[in-house]
């Protein structure tokens, strides 16, 4: 179920997704159950991608992009069903030592809140209230596993467990969409219009952008310190999306354009470098890739070089610059695999190259797209 609310002090709307996924005790097909999650685990793997899906067409209408998920997951936080919602661009809202449940001695989290991309610098704070896992099951509301005699013993008029759950309370200082205002255009007052003097228009100095020097090979990245990224490289959203782009994750480079409505055209550039530095200079890299997108008619993934670009960093510049496209391997699916030895030493002039991983999504109205990580990138003679 998903609702959107409207905040009344200042109009800024969000939208709360409640979900209940199927209880790890529950009979399921065999097929989808696992030693170490549970029963059903596949099932609640394929109730997430769906939640993924289903919020992609927009289930409630609103034009606001701030979506919260929550609720009793069945699935604790490093399980395969609150993976999928991370995948999915998702940032799950307690640290690793939360918990909200408790089974036979054992602490964990079956229940979740989650925000999307554009929600996260919104939420001012979330926690679990242990109002009902730490307590014994026999302080609970019901009458089960108790004779008469217990009955009476542990009654008492005062709070007791409400649940076998803990309620997750989350704090949002939520931000207005920004809306234009239209300006009233004056009424203009006529005045006499004076005879001109003309006089010479000087010619404009044009000031040059200022370029960093190119970087003596060898040059290696692993993705580990990005903010967003890596020292001297860019990321450049020709597209416009900047909440759908490439990130660091985990140690490595991705991007995901899950859930976009509009193409995705999104690069990752590498610092100007001196291929002359090094003797038959060679590209490599690890990439992996996850999921389709049927949409679209052109390369998703790609791997170019630059002679030519400013490095200004902006799409304008991207767009201007001659792009050639490198001969890479199709990227496996679900496991990182090596590229190979990738030859630069033919691109001239050698100088000052750019190499650039570009990718791009269609932008279907289902939100389909494939998802690329690339890490471990070296740059050095052969």
Not at 87 to 112: A, C, I, K, R, V
Not at 229 to 236: K, R, T
Request: aromatic content about 8%; hydrophobic content about 30%; proline content about 12%.
């Amino acid at each position: 179920m998903a609702v959107t609310f409207r905040q009344k002090s200042n109009n800024a709307i969000f939208t709360v997704v409640v979900n209940h996924l199927k209880s790890k005790g529950s009979p399921c097909d065999p097929v989808d159950n696992d030693p170490f999650q549970g029963n059903c685990n596949g099932n609640r793997r394929r109730a997430a991608q769906e939640i993924l899906n289903w919020l992609s067409t927009n289930p409630t209408g609103s034009t606001d992009p701030d979506v919260l998920i929550i609720g009793d997951l069945n699935a604790y936080a490093k399980e395969d069903p609150i993976k999928v919602l991370e995948e999915g661009g998702f940032t799950n809202l307690n640290g690793p030592n939360s918990y909200s449940f408790s089974f036979q001695g054992q602490w964990g989290s079956l229940d979740h809140a989650l925000a999307n991309a554009s929600l996260r610098p919104q939420v001012t704070g979330s926690a679990k209230w242990h109002i009902n896992a730490d307590e014994p099951v026999s302080l609970d509301y019901t009458t089960s596993f108790k004779s008469a005699s217990q009955q009476s013993l542990f009654y008492a008029p005062d709070p007791f467990r409400s649940s076998d759950h803990d309620p997750v309370i989350v704090g949002l200082n939520l931000t207005p969409t920004p809306t234009s205002t239209p300006t009233p255009t004056p009424t203009p007052t006529p005045t006499p219009t004076p005879t001109p003097t003309p006089t010479p228009t000087p010619t404009p100095t044009p000031t040059p952008t200022p370029t960093p020097p190119p970087v003596n090979l060898p040059l290696t990245e692993d993705f580990d310190n990005c903010n967003p990224a890596p020292a001297g490289w860019q990321i450049v959203d020709v597209d416009g999306d900047t909440t759908r782009s490439w990130r660091c994750v985990n140690s490595y480079a991705e991007a995901n354009a899950f859930g976009g409505q509009q193409p995705g055209d999104d690069w990752l550039i590498t610092p100007p470098l001196n291929l002359a530095s090094a003797n038959n200079p060679v590209l490599t890299f690890r990439n992996q890739s996850s999921f389709t997108d049927s949409g679209v008619p052109f390369p998703q993934l790609s791997v170019l070089y630059s002679t030519d670009y400013n490095g200004a960093g902006t799409p304008a510049a991207v767009q201007a610059a001659t792009w050639t496209a490198l001969t890479i391997p199709n990227p496996s699916t679900g496991q990182f695999v090596d590229s190979g030895n990738i030859s630069l030493s033919g691109i001239q002039p050698p100088g000052r190259v750019y190499i650039a991983f570009r990718y791009r999504s269609s932008g279907t109205t289902s939100g389909r797209a494939t998802r690329w990580r690339v890490d471990t990138v070296r740059i050095a003679g052969n």
